[in-house]
């Protein structure tokens, strides 16, 4: 999974009032999904042979914890609970006003890989400090589409 981080991060011609749309917008890659206030970029990578999903929060999530986190895969009869890798981690400022970065990858299992290949997902929820984040899918709008 590659993110362009200046299209992360934003441009400085963006809109200072931060809305999910306009992070859609900024952000080149495929949205994994969305919340009230956030928008979550993710997907699994392999480093020798250690399997990992990695997230990337793009929003009003502005935290600093040493404590962990836990993301939660739910679907319909299934639920996969995973630990982060590294129990501190910090967001970063964006260069627009209100927005913030925050890169968490937690641990997987190759046998919890194939389960969550056959399964359809209806929300990723991820627990950190008095947060709980709630992504359901993300509807992407087509911008060519929406050019016409």
Do not use: W
């Not at 502005?62 to 996969?80: M, Q, Y």
């Not at 969550?116 to 992407?140: G, Q, R």
């Amino acid at each position: 999974m590659a993110f362009s981080l200046s299209k992360i991060f934003g441009s400085k011609t963006s809109e200072t009032k931060d809305s999910i749309e306009a992070i859609i917008k900024d952000v080149e890659n495929q949205p994994y999904g969305v919340s009230k206030n956030n928008v979550l970029y993710a997907g699994l990578n392999e480093l020798g042979g250690y399997f990992f999903f990695q997230t990337v929060i793009v929003g009003q999530l502005h935290i600093k914890c040493k404590s962990g986190a836990t993301l939660t895969f739910v679907g319909d009869n299934f639920e996969l609970k995973l630990d982060s890798d590294m129990p501190e981690f910090e967001s970063e400022n964006s260069s627009i006003k209100g927005r913030s970065i925050t890169k968490i990858d937690f641990q997987v299992e190759e046998n919890d890989i194939k389960t969550l290949e056959n399964t359809t997902l209806n929300a990723v929820e991820i627990k950190l400090k008095k947060h709980h984040l709630v992504f359901e899918k993300a509807v992407v709008i087509n911008q060519e589409e929406e050019e016409e």
